[in-house]
């Protein structure tokens, strides 16, 4: 109710915004046909005040750019993964050092801010047709718009950039902290850890259908971070030093409830000694959610180095029919990355087909060669005297 309650006031202020903003915009632009209108050539002064709308924009956009950079906080004791990578503040330097020079140079400047907007408006009145009315006109036109632009960037800037450099430093972070778990040979959650990176920065479809119904259907796991993805990696990480055998984490995903399955599947993820191919093919095939067949690719993404050849098989025969069924695996998707790269997995290694095996090599004796005596086998024929 209260997340309810929140998205839809935040839907509401953002209606709220984009109205204002319509409205400052519009009410510029309509003074500016009028005064066209009332031009000899109107549409020449039209075309001239729109290039100077444009210009003022973009200069006042800029300004509040420069004033809008958010500032980079230190990191450390955040518990996010730490890479070898930091983020480049010279965007914020720059913005620092520019914003001062602009304020000091203004502030000295200000005594003659009329004189000089009065000779800025003498330089744009050709466009807006000459005469002595255009001055005051391109001048208030110059300034209505640049405090416009930089009202606007500066609050696009504000609003809008912080969130997009916070997303791309997470999936930064989940990035290299995917790295690391591959170098300590624990590729399923290196892939997870991979697939919601590529999901923060947007390339990826998520996998959140009925995530809130699980919640209350997994185990609570302490220490791990709050809602299912989190307790799945929890119970992954521990499922070497859990005391389940591979029967028993059977008939857990037998057991029909979907939180269930999905926690036998996290347990088949962290030890493929615990895995089940038929059960991991029954939640790619026949899923309760797109959750859990996602955490099931997940679980045969460990197994592709165990496997048989005909058990290679059958998982390629599962996963390559979700992919083409048009209601299985959609394009774009976390599940479809996971299902190509099992794929490419099993076409150059799994597949290929068992060579027969080959006869022990028969040990050799070897005779040693017996002179050959005169008269004996091979030896020339022996002559007698009578």
């Known amino acids: 109710m209260a ?8 839907a509401a202020l953002r209606t709220a915004q984009w109205g204002a903003t319509g409205v400052l915009a519009g009410t510029g632009l309509l003074g500016l046909l009028l005064f066209a209108l009332g031009r000899e050539h109107s549409w020449q002064a039209l075309g001239g005040g729109l290039v100077v709308v444009g210009a003022s924009v973009v200069l006042g956009g800029g300004l509040g750019f420069l004033f809008g950079v958010p500032r980079v906080r230190g990191g450390g004791g955040t518990g996010e993964p730490q890479g070898s990578y930091a983020p480049n503040t010279n965007l914020e330097q720059v913005s620092d050092w520019l914003t001062k020079v ?30 002595a009315e255009a001055v005051p006109f391109a001048s208030a036109l110059v300034l209505y718009f640049l405090v416009f632009g930089f009202l606007a960037g500066w609050l696009v800037t504000r609003l809008a950039l912080p969130q997009v450099l916070t997303e791309t430093d997470q999936a930064l972070d989940l990035f290299l902290a995917g790295q690391d778990r591959d170098r ?3 590729k399923v959650g290196a892939d997870d850890l991979r697939v919601r990176a590529m999901q923060q920065l947007g390339l990826l479809g998520g996998s959140a259908e009925r995530q809130a119904a699980l919640a209350g259907q997994l185990p609570p796991a302490s220490g791990a971070p709050a809602g299912p993805e989190g307790v799945v990696a929890e119970v992954r990480s521990t499922a070497r ?3 389940l055998t591979a029967d028993q984490v059977r008939d857990l995903f037998a057991d029909g409830s979907e939180g269930r399955r999905i926690q036998a599947l996290a347990l088949m993820q962290g030890d493929p000694a615990l895995a089940d191919l038929p059960s991991v093919l029954d939640a790619i095939e026949h899923p309760r959610s797109d959750f859990e067949q996602y955490h099931a690719l997940l679980a045969a993404r460990g197994l592709l180095s165990w496997l048989p050849a ?3 098989q059958r998982l390629r025969d599962a996963v390559a029919t979700q992919l083409v069924d048009p209601r ?35 040990a050799v004796t070897t005779v040693p060669a017996v002179p050959a005596q005169p008269g004996g086998p091979g030896g ?4 007698g005297t009578s």
Do not use: M, N
Request: proline share 8%; aromatic share 2%.
């Open 328 to 362: 299985g695996i959609p394009y774009g998707s976390d599940r479809s990355w996971l299902a190509e790269k099992i794929l490419s997995r099993l076409q150059g290694a799994a597949l290929l087909p068992e060579q027969p095996a080959r006869p022990a090599p028969q």
């Open 310 to 312: 005909a058990g290679a």
């Open 380 to 383: 020339p024929a022996a002559t």
């Open 102 to 131: 602009l304020l000091g140079v203004g502030l000295t400047q200000l005594g003659s801010l009329g004189e000089r907007l009065h000779d800025l408006g003498t330089a744009l009145a050709p466009a807006l047709g000459g005469g």
């Open 184 to 186: 300590h040979g624990d």
């Open 241 to 243: 030093r859990s005391a």
């Open 3 to 10: 997340k309810a309650r929140r998205r839809d006031g935040g």
